[in-house]
């Protein structure tokens, strides 16, 4: 079992950044897929951004390319959401989720472990 615990999320204006983490244990995360995902109120659940356990290979969704990057730390059990230049429509809980296996980065319905989420609300 791996349990997962995001924080860093908040309020912050438009333009502005804000970092997540997604701490680990239970096991050590550098043998899972990592992933973040959020969803925004009356919205199905979405991926932002996955890495892979070998080679720290990441993928991003078209929304966030050039303005997020994810992050691990496996002496840390800890994997990152750099967030950028956050927009309005980024406002959501933002998840983060630890995988087995290969391929399917971008499914929700791949992952194993989920952590509770953390509010991102960027305000205008």
């Known amino acids: 079992q791996v349990q997962l615990v995001e924080s860093g999320g908040g309020l912050v204006q438009a333009g502005g950044s804000l970092r997540l983490s997604c701490a680990a244990s239970?096991?050590?995360?550098?043998?899972?897929?990592m992933g973040w995902f959020r969803q925004a109120p009356g919205k199905e659940r979405e991926f932002v951004a996955a890495?892979?356990?070998?080679?720290?290979?990441?993928y991003y969704a078209d929304s966030v390319k050039g303005r997020f990057t994810m992050s691990r730390d496996n002496a840390k059990n800890t994997v990152y959401l750099q967030m950028n230049s956050l927009k309005r429509e980024d406002t959501a809980v933002y998840y983060c989720?630890?995988?087995?296996?290969?391929?399917?980065?971008?499914?929700?319905?791949?992952?194993?472990?989920w952590g509770q989420g953390t509010q991102v609300t960027v305000s205008s």
């Open positions: 890495i892979r356990w070998s080679g720290g290979i990441t």
């Open positions: 989720a630890a995988k087995s296996g290969s391929y399917y980065y971008t499914a929700p319905e791949k992952y194993d472990y």
């Open positions: 239970g096991r050590t995360i550098s043998v899972y897929d």
